[in-house]
């Protein structure tokens, strides 16, 4: 959705005693306020078998080739016992631990303690110290944009190692992959605990918290909208970015790497998955600034859905394609292969066109020009917690005119390429774009309920205006 959150004069600012429509009182935008009965069930869902669906798709390349069916038949058929299969798991060891604790220091540095520099010297790159949206207590809080310079510094010294100073093995992800996922597990259960007791007894905003009064939704969704250890060190940002996706990169150059050691050769397929992949990442941080305006950082509040999230789904899932190459691999066609690659890049070349016209909307405040035209938009209000009125316009030109999350449709058919690069053999590779495709309609509708509840009769006008969602004149 094209929603740039601009401010105006400040006679323009004043509160107006009659909101935009009822749903459009305070505080009524954003995370829910009231738990109902089928959100409750699906959260214990999700708190207790995540873990284990991570476990089992990792645990079945272990030791059953990838095969996600073979372990459920060996079961039914009393073939093995859950005991022998866990018996079989790699369990953690030191020196995953090291391993782990020192990754996690070195971007906490790279993070806290080294300025941006890459905005002095690259053209076009939006680093250093930016605003980001209004919180629903009226806060714009300042961050540190520096997540490009922490992939670069990392990925130099990775290929440092790999071509000269050989201190590891390029392979050392892979070789460690199921004790590093122990790591990865107890971190993200601690900084979710960490962030929801912080919420309850010393929160960075109090304004920006949302209580329930249910237990486990509160520790699911967040109560701190941006949890903060001093003036930068911000929780949502560094979790969404650092670790997990500085590391997508890494993980899949180790899986190069064995399948290199393996079999003598790195495939094509291979190639595509890290190829496109690694675009993806990169896109990731040169419009990081871009980031601080999309619904993980204006609307999700920091619990264990993006705390454990971001340590154990995202690497763990988001490169089950390579994973799945290391023991299955797949040598395409060269028609195939182009095929995949024209796939992926315009699907990214949407995703990133469609994402850059609403950025350059909300940077010029709709005085642009979007396919060589003014673009047209829909003007609404909001108000926030402390009573503070806003203007948005919400862009229906360009991509925004076709579906009002055009941007998930590219990022769909980047995702489809990178199993696709797997072959049929498997259903294993294919989980990406099932998740995917679960996870960015269910971000449509829960996006487009805070619009609603936060624009009120405006959303309606928009929605009038604008009516597919994902895929023009289907949904």
């Known amino acids: 959705m094209a929603a740039p959150q601009e401010k105006r004069s400040s006679e323009e600012r004043k509160h107006r005693s ?41 645990m079945s390349c272990d030791q059953y080739q990838c095969s996600l069916v073979s372990p459920l038949v060996d079961l039914l058929l009393e073939n093995t016992r859950l005991s022998d299969i866990w018996d079989k798991t790699p369990p953690l060891t030191y020196k995953a631990a090291a391993i782990y604790i020192l990754w996690v220091t070195f971007q906490v540095i790279l993070y806290a303690f080294v300025p941006d520099f890459c905005h002095k ?31 670069i510094i990392t990925h130099v010294l990775w290929f440092a190692n790999a071509y000269y100073f050989h201190w590891f093995s390029p392979t050392i992800i892979f070789d460690n992959w199921i004790p590093l996922l ?3 597990n107890i971190l993200g259960y601690v900084v979710s605990t960490f962030a929801m007791i912080k919420g309850y007894f010393f929160p960075t905003n109090a304004k920006d918290c949302k209580f329930t009064g249910n237990f486990f939704y509160d520790y699911m ?8 250890i001093g003036k930068w060190f911000d929780f949502k940002l560094f979790f969404n970015g650092r670790p997990g996706i500085v590391a997508w990169t890494l993980i899949n150059l180790s899986y190069a790497a064995k399948q290199q050691e393996l079999y003598g050769q790195v495939t094509n397929s291979m190639i595509l998955v890290n190829v496109l992949q690694g675009i993806y990442v990169l896109d990731f941080f040169w419009n990081e600034a871009w980031y601080l305006k999309t619904i993980d950082i204006c609307h999700d509040h920091f619990g264990w859905y993006l705390g454990w999230g971001d340590c154990v789904w995202l690497p763990y899932l988001y490169t089950l394609q390579g994973l799945y190459l290391v023991y299955h691999p797949v040598q395409l066609g060269t028609a195939n292969a182009v095929g995949i690659l024209i796939l992926g890049l315009v699907g990214y070349y949407i995703f990133r066109a469609t994402n850059h016209q609403k950025d350059l909307f909300r940077r010029t405040n709709g005085n642009c020009k979007i396919w060589g035209k003014k673009p047209g938009y829909i003007e609404c ?3 926030s917690v402390d009573g503070t009125k806003y203007y948005s316009k919400l862009m229906t030109s360009g991509f925004w005119g076709w579906a009002r999350h055009f941007n998930y449709t590219g990022d769909l058919m980047g995702s489809l390429a990178y199993c696709l690069a797997c072959g ?19 971000r449509c509708l829960r996006d487009e309920h805070r619009c609603f509840s936060k624009y009120g009769k405006d959303w309606k006008r928009y929605t009038a205006q604008v009516p597919y969602r994902l895929l023009p004149g289907v949904f």
Request: proline share 6%; aromatic share 20%.
């Open 121 to 151: 010297f690259l053209p076009g790159y939006v680093g250093g110290v930016q605003e980001g949206a209004v919180t629903p207590a009226g806060v714009v809080n300042k961050y540190e944009i520096n997540g490009l310079q922490a992939w």
């Open 424 to 442: 049929f053999a498997h259903l294993l590779p294919y989980f990406y774009i099932v998740y995917m495709g679960i996870l960015l309609t269910h």
């Open 18 to 58: 009659v909101p935009n429509g009822a749903q459009t009182s305070q505080g009524q935008w954003g995370r829910a306020w009231e738990v109902d009965w089928f959100s409750l069930a699906s959260i214990i869902f999700l708190l207790m078998f995540a873990p284990l669906i991570v476990y089992y798709f990792i």
């Open 381 to 383: 209000s909001y108000v």
């Open 221 to 228: 969704m967040g109560i701190e909208f941006n949890p903060r």
């Open 182 to 184: 122990w790591c990865a």
